[in-house]
């Protein structure tokens, strides 16, 4: 059965798990990091090669300032705790957004991860942080217009300036918490994705849960525009 080679998140539900258990919204992104790493390991133990994570979305600046606050603290914290072990572990990490608007900090602290693991070879992964797909898709036309190269923005130019390039698009979306929308995550890049949309709250998705929607994952027929005779 095969395994996706590219698997994007949208790590969902934090707040309500917290509010279920009366706590405030900041404990289910503490409680969400710890998944965060299960996902990582079970997804570079069982073989898949792309691994992009919605951490933070361009739309998400707009809530209360303690609480980004406190998820730009705790990305910070994680970056200090987990590359090297994640660095060991042969794990090439990029961070997929826009910059502009991040802590000095931040910003330096990723080129310094991106950097030491660029060569890495087992697992990628894309932390998306300041990122949205309307934004990415802006940037590479900008990006495309600035440079001058290119008469014509087809597809294939495009995609070569998207900021998940040279990755494959996502075979397996994965969202968590039981929204059924895509929240301005990747646009472009999943265009022929499998979607998978499950009410567990991130908090509560294990590597069980991983495999049950990877296990969805190989029931489906994906066609690209033909019919089944068609296929191999
Ligand atoms: C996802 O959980 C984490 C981020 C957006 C950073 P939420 O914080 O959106 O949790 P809910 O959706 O309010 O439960
Ligand atoms: C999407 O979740 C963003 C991340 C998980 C980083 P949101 O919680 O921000 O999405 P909406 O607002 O419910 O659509
Ligand atoms: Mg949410």
């Not at 990029?94 to 910003?107: A, Q």
């Not at 499998?194 to 066609?223: G, H, M, V």
Request: contains cysteine; hydrophobic residues 40%; positive net charge.
């Amino acid at each position: 059965m095969s395994i996706p080679k590219h698997i994007a998140i949208i790590m969902d539900g934090n707040g309500r798990w917290a509010k279920k258990r009366l706590l405030p919204r900041v404990a289910g992104h503490a409680r969400g990091v710890k998944r965060v790493k299960e996902i990582i390991e079970h997804c570079s133990h069982i073989g898949v090669k792309y691994l992009t994570l919605f951490a933070f979305g361009r739309e998400n600046w707009k809530r209360p300032q303690t609480e980004v606050s406190f998820l730009m603290n705790l990305l910070l914290e994680q970056l200090d705790k987990e590359f090297l072990h994640l660095h060991e572990e042969d794990v090439k990490i990029r961070f997929i957004g826009d910059r502009s608007r991040l802590d000095k900090i931040i910003c330096e602290k990723i080129e310094v991860i991106e950097k030491l693991t660029n060569a890495n070879k087992k697992l990628n992964l894309n932390v998306a942080v300041d990122y949205s797909g309307s934004y990415d898709i802006i940037q590479a036309i900008n990006t495309v217009l600035a440079e001058g190269k290119h008469k014509n923005i087809t597809r294939e130019v495009l995609e070569k300036y998207l900021l998940t390039y040279p990755n494959p698009a996502p075979d397996l979306f994965i969202r968590t918490s039981g929204e059924i929308r895509i929240s301005n995550f990747m646009l472009w890049q999943i265009a022929y994705t499998e979607l998978y949309f499950t009410s567990k709250l991130w908090p509560d998705f294990n590597k069980q849960a991983l495999d049950d929607a990877i296990k969805w994952f190989q029931t489906r027929e994906r066609r690209y525009g033909k019919i089944s005779e068609q296929l191999e």
